[in-house]
Every structure is written in C-alpha cells, then in structure tokens.
C-alpha cells in the first residue's frame, strides 16, 4: 500500500496553522510505523496493544488537550481532533483507548477532582503509568444513565458502592476507574474514583465481540465496595457532569470518524486503479467514480463541520447540540464510506490483508457508542424545535 499523503480536497490543511499540521504528522508517522503493522494481528487475536500505551504516552496523545502543569500536552481543540483522527485512521480500538484515557478519565478528574486528585493521577494517567477507565453505562440502563441502579451510601469514612457496570472500555486493564453513581442524597449522581484491587470490586472481560477487538471491554461490578471519602470527585453533581465528560470524547469521535474513513477511501482508490477488470481499471468505470464522487464530497463535509466545531470549541462557544450533529453525521458518514470502499474491493474487500472490513466492523460500535445515532438525531431535534421527544 502507498504511503498515506492526507485527504484533502478543499485544501483544509491551509485553514491550520503551522503547529497543528506537525501536531498531526507526527502522529500519522506514528501510526505508520507501530499501529498499522500490527494492529490486523491484534484485531485477529482479539489483543489490545499494551505495549504502545508508553510509545503512546511519549508521544502525548493521553490528555493531549489538559494542561501542561499536570503533565499533559496542552493542545488547542482542532490540533487535538487532528490527533484523534490519525489514531483513528488506525484503529477505532487504540482511539477508543486514547479517548477513553483522556476525555472519560482524565478530563473529570480534571474538571470536578481536588487539587490533590488532579496531582496523584493526571501526570500518571499523561505517562501512560496508569489506565483509567469510565464506568457509566449499566446492563439495563444504556442511552437512559439517568436510570441507573449503582448506589454509593455513605458510610463512617466514605462510601460504600454496590451495583454493576457494562461494556467499559479498558476496564479489565484499568488501574483506575472513574465511577458514576446514586447517592443517598437524593439520588444525585456523583462520580467516583474507584482504584483496582479495592475489595468488592472486579472487572471481567467480555469476549466474543465481532467489533473494536483490539479494544478491551468489560464489566464493573461492586460488591459492598468501600470507597473513601478522598475518592469521590468533590465537584461532580449530577448527570451533567458524565454528560460534560462525554461531550469531550463525542468531539473527538467526530474526528476520529474522519480518519477511518480516510483509511478506507485511500485503500480503494488505490485498489480501483491497479485492479483491472474488462481491460481497464476499475476506476475507469463510471459506477466506481460515482462512489468515489460521493465518498469525497461527504468526507470533505465532515472535515468541515469538525474543524468549525473544533474552532468554537477554542473559542468555548461549541453547544452540545453541535457536538451531536458532528458526531452523527460523522460516524454515519464513516460507516457509509467504509460500507462502499468493501464493494469496490469486491472479495478482496472482507479480507484482513486491506484493513476495510475491520474499520466497518468497528465503526458499528463507535455508531452505538457515546451516544447512539438515534439519540443524538433526539438531541439535535429537542435543540431545534424547543420539544424534547426522549419518551
Ligand atoms: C465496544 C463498546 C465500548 C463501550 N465503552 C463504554 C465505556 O467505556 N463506558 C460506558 O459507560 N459505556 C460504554 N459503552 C456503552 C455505550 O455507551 C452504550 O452501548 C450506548 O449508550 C447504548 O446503550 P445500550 O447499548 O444499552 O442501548 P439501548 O439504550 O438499549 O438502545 C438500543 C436501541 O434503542 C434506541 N433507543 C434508546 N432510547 C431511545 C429513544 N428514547 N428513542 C428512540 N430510540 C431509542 C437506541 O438508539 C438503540 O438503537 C460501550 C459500548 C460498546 C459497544
């Protein structure tokens, strides 16, 4: 396969500045070099690559949009989408480890943790010395959180947590755990910092997945799980503040959705022009440049609306509404190019020697993920008619 030279047909790259394209490049060189080599294998084997966590840390892409005073790299909001987007270019899988890590884990520590929170785990978390993981969803209450059933009583010298958590991402690996939860107070959710190795508290793998299989998914379950009070996140209250959480991580999908698109669009327009068929390339005929057509226009509309969205997100003006629309369109969008790119393929296009079929796969999750796509079509609908349709 020829090296990857971008996806650029409305000349973005001039909308960025000197710092983000490098930002991205070293990235995209990294992903060249340590991701794409194996990351089929993984995907086989059903194996997260744990020995790039460190690799990955180095290079700053864990927190990358924290502050540098807790040891993160400080990124602007469209630099770290750029990031996103190669790392997803390579594999939803190791994205998912990075947004989870530093959107779902870090990013709360950092908004609703005390001083001496943020100190402990962010630098570690930066390093790659520690995995974290976010514990929202729960085996009956999936696009509804507001419904869960995971408690935390207080107790003498904390809380004591008792429920259980489905499909987390990096559970089974994790160190930490960053934990939503009712309270006795009211039922007001707050969140929890649940470190591994607490008594009650286990994390087993869920296998048998057709989807992200470099990616590790588990279960949380708390069985009278003592946790003291200098674990729960003194600023958290309320479901607001996992929705603040997964705001960050549903706009650095929206980007992340570009990338395994991109992926899937350079491999087929380098497949269509050496595969010949009836005396010609396949990229001669008509029907193959309607899709190539199709695909480019709604990839260069996706890199638009996440570059804006990026831009007022610097500017803190980017809505939750906004972060739905792009997140929608496009994962959808991803989902539909890679659908496309496996036709052009033809049979070549379910093998794991062309990287499409797993990009496919995987996008099914990221479409369910973080939102679904029906629910951020209600959000998006609730945002423009005033009415809210959720029941
Ligand atoms: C690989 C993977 C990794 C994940 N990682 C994490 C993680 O790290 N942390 C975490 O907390 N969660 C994680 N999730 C869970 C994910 O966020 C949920 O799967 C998602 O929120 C949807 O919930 P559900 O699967 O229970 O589906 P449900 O909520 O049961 O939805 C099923 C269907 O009903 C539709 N639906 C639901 N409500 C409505 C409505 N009001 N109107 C119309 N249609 C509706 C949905 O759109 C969907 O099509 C992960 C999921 C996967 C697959």
Redesign the pocket.
Known sequence: MGKFKGVDFYAIDSFLSEEERLTRDSVRDFVEERIIPIIEDCYEKARFPEELVKPLADLGVLGASLPTEYGCAGLGSVAYGLVIQELERGDSGIR?FAS?QGS?VMYPIYAFGSEEQKRKWLPALAKGDKIG?????EPD????PSGMMTRAKRTKNGWLLNGS???????TISDVAVVWAKTDENDKIRGFIVEKGTPGFTAPEIHR?H??RA?V?SELVFSDCEIPEENILPYSGGLKSPLMCLSQARYGISWGAIGAAMACYHTALEYATGRVQFDRPIAGFQLQQAKFADMITEITKAQLLSLQLGRLKEQDKATPAQVSMAKRNNVDMALQVARQCRTILGANGISGDYPIMRHANNLE?VY????????HT?IIGAEVTGIQ???
């Open positions: 998912s989870v779902l993981c976010f514990g929202l969803t209450f999936g696009s509804n958590k489905a499909w987390i991402t990096n559970g997945k989807s992200l990616s998914t999750s369910t993920y973080e939102g679904t796509h029906d629910i209600l349709a959720f029941k």
